[in-house]
């Protein structure tokens, strides 16, 4: 690893005033990313913001109709968390699946989502239950937040401050996690809203997305058979030596009707 | 930079580079070494040490983070004279074979039992998913947790 300076601010504009002044800063959150990847040196920043100390990042809420989870909410809080489980079972569920233990006590949901790594749990939560990232400058909407692999919709400095999470008549969330690192083959989050059903995918492609085409469907028919007749084209899908583009894309039909079936 | 920890109930002033790691710190500078690096890419979990109370691997922990925490480590929980519940399951169970990961899968099961209700084998290996033991003797590493799971309800 590289030498670098490590700043630990008390505030979000600290922690924003810290960023505009460096050279080439990084935010650290759990570091459950990036400190490996500093480690195997594929970045080098100057200058670490780390997030541990800085106000107002942690906490669940509950509002009308919405989860508030703040951005520093390590994974093994939400996981643990009865309220959670009893709002969006799905969300505690998915929590429960990242990594291991102990990167669940490390990892927080903010740098999850900020990381957009196309193999992450949490953003197949930010688009299937239609989330919205409250940031230090503005809100953004789930749908459009994950742009391409490790891309969002941030600007430098930005800073995630917490996620809301609609409430879902129900909910699933099914995964097929890679057997050595758990992160998601593919995973799916299928949920039914009274406005319609959403489905947000992850792993399978470069960064999380909505399947409009088995949302279509679904809203037709809600059950498993309904997406018999769906194509999912695994153009510009992720083939790597775990999964091929065309298994990811088979894959995602499959958790999909596991998670439909679930929620019948 | 300069940190303050507490190590295994002792407090510690250091001056160390801001690109040091936990398990470093606890190595080469405290010199306790029953702490190991296995991976160094935070997936074998031989590393593993109580931060605040909780497992994390402290190969993935700098030392900015450190600062202010209290650590625990296999050296902390217990003496020769007087295992812990859980070093004693293990030694009871024959769940070590060449040793390596052993202080780590203590120090990640003696969490799961503190902080996960309700083990059993399901949950126990899920909970250890973490920890990789190359001789594959996961088999009596499980009924080791259950046995100290066990002793360590009784005797709270």
């Known amino acids: ?264 | 930079m300069q940190i303050t920890l507490t190590v295994n109930g002792t407090l510690r002033e250091l001056d160390v580079p801001e690109n040091t790691l936990l398990v470093d710190i606890l190595r080469e500078r405290l010199r306790l070494t029953g702490t190991h690096v296995g991976c160094d890419t935070s997936q074998c979990g031989a590393c593993t040490v109580h931060l605040n109370g909780r497992a994390v691997k402290s190969c993935t922990v700098l030392a900015g983070q450190a600062d202010g925490t209290s650590v625990l480590t296999i050296e902390g929980i217990g003496t020769p004279d007087v295992l812990h519940p859980m070093q004693a399951a293990f030694r009871e169970c024959h769940a070590l074979q060449c040793g390596f990961c052993t202080p780590c899968m203590i120090m990640a099961a003696i969490d799961l039992v503190e902080n996960h209700k309700e083990l059993d084998n399901k949950s126990v290996r899920e909970g250890l998913e973490g920890n990789f033991c190359r001789c594959t003797g996961y088999h009596n590493i499980v009924r080791a947790v259950l046995s100290a799971a066990e002793k360590m309800a009784a005797k709270a």
Request: charged share 20%; with cysteine.
């Open chain 1, 1 to 264: 690893m590289y030498r670098f300076k490590h700043h630990r601010p008390t505030t979000i504009d600290e922690a924003q005033s810290i960023f505009a002044a460096c050279d080439d800063p990084s935010y650290l959150s759990g570091g459950m990313t990036l400190i490996p990847t500093m480690k195997q040196r594929l970045a080098s920043p100057t200058d670490l913001i780390d997030l541990s100390q800085v106000e107002g990042l942690t906490g669940i809420t509950f509002h009308s109709g919405l989860v508030r989870i703040g951005a520093f909410t390590r994974h093994a809080v939400v996981a643990n968390s009865a309220e959670v489980a009893k709002a969006i079972p799905a969300l505690a569920y998915l929590a429960a699946q990242i990594g291991d233990n102990q990167v669940r006590n490390r990892g927080t949901l903010g740098g999850s989502v900020a990381n957009s790594d196309p193999a992450a749990d949490y953003p197949a939560a930010v688009v299937g239950l239609g989330a919205t990232i409250v940031t230090s400058q503005r809100q953004i909407a789930g749908d459009t937040f994950f742009q391409d692999l490790f891309e969002t919709a941030l600007e430098p400095g930005e800073l995630i401050t917490a996620i809301e999470f609609p409430i879902p008549e129900k909910a699933v969330y099914r995964k097929f996690p890679n057997p050595a690192s758990r992160y998601a083959v593919a995973g799916v989050m299928v949920a039914r809203f009274p406005r319609g059903v959403r489905v947000g995918v992850t792993g399978a492609g470069p960064c999380a997305f909505r399947a409009t085409a088995l949302e279509n469907a679904l809203n037709q028919s809600f059950n498993p058979d309904a997406l018999n007749a769906v194509e999912i084209p695994d153009a510009g899908f992720n083939s790597d030596l775990h999964a091929s583009a065309e298994y990811r894309a088979h894959l995602v039909k499959v958790l999909a009707k596991r998670a439909v079936q679930a929620l019948c």
